[in-house]
């Protein structure tokens, strides 16, 4: 069941914070709106959802935090261009410091922040998780390994963004950049949760 709901959370959060985004700029494309608006539209549902956890929780997390400042510093710097390309590469903005952050993890630190992350959001198994990392060479190099590909990819992403925004034409950039980060993104969930055991009890 805790299996089910999390990859529910997760599909619910690339259509909330990925696809949405997409399909408001097309359609707003369609009825004739400027690309810029368009993207500026498309930014909405995210700073609405924190305000949302804000509001609910009285709180916001670090996380949040750093994607809302990316996003509204992003829209007021386009807004005062008048570029839509520089809305092209909000999401570069948000997976190079992650990908930075992971490979940094690997260098400082006790534990690689994949680990960390994987233990917060399954607080049920971060017990057995600790426990195996203590206890097994082969179960921590299988994480660093994990944070190493994923710290790199984030980066390659980043850099493929930047590379469509300014390359390609505006129209296209959305579709194409949406369909990159889905498909990175649920082939390297589903990788790792194969290889490093999250979803089932791990023999190290």
Same mark, same amino acid.
């Given at each position: 069941?805790?299996?089910?709901?999390?990859?529910?959370? $997760?599909?619910?959060?690339?259509?909330?914070?990925?696809? *949405?985004?997409?399909?408001?700029y097309y359609v707003l494309r369609f009825f004739g709106v400027d690309a810029l608006w368009a993207l500026l539209v498309g930014a909405v549902p995210p700073v609405l959802?924190? $305000?949302?956890? %804000?509001?609910?929780? &009285?709180?916001?997390?670090?996380?949040?935090?750093?994607?809302l400042t990316v996003l509204l510093i992003n829209c007021a710097v386009a807004v005062f261009s008048g570029d839509a390309r520089l809305l092209l590469v909000r999401?570069?903005?948000?997976?190079?410091?992650? !990908?930075?952050? %992971?490979? $940094?993890?690997? *260098?400082? $630190?006790? &534990?690689?922040? %994949?680990? &960390?992350?994987?233990?917060?959001? &399954?607080?049920?198994r971060a017990g057995e998780l600790e426990q195996l990392w203590g206890r097994s060479s082969a179960f921590r190099q299988r994480w660093r390994s994990a944070t190493l590909w994923w710290g790199a990819g984030c980066v390659l992403l980043a850099?493929?963004?930047?590379?469509?925004?300014?390359? *390609?034409?505006?129209?296209?950039?959305?579709? *194409?950049?949406?369909?990159?980060?889905?498909?990175?993104?649920?082939? !390297?969930?589903?990788?790792?949760?194969q290889r490093m055991g999250?979803?089932?009890?791990v023999n190290a």
């Open positions: 069941m805790t299996t089910t709901n999390s990859k529910r959370a $997760g599909l619910t959060m690339l259509l909330r914070d990925v696809a *949405l985004p997409m399909a408001l959802r924190t $305000g949302y956890v %804000l509001a609910r929780h &009285r709180r916001i997390d670090p996380v949040s935090a750093f994607v999401s570069a903005w948000i997976t190079l410091p992650l !990908g930075v952050a %992971l490979l $940094g993890s690997l *260098l400082v $630190g006790r &534990r690689p922040l %994949l680990f &960390r992350v994987a233990c917060t959001f &399954r607080p049920e850099c493929a963004v930047v590379v469509m925004a300014f390359t *390609l034409p505006v129209d296209v950039v959305p579709f *194409l950049e949406t369909a990159l980060t889905v498909v990175a993104v649920v082939l !390297g969930v589903k990788f790792t949760r999250v979803n089932r009890t």
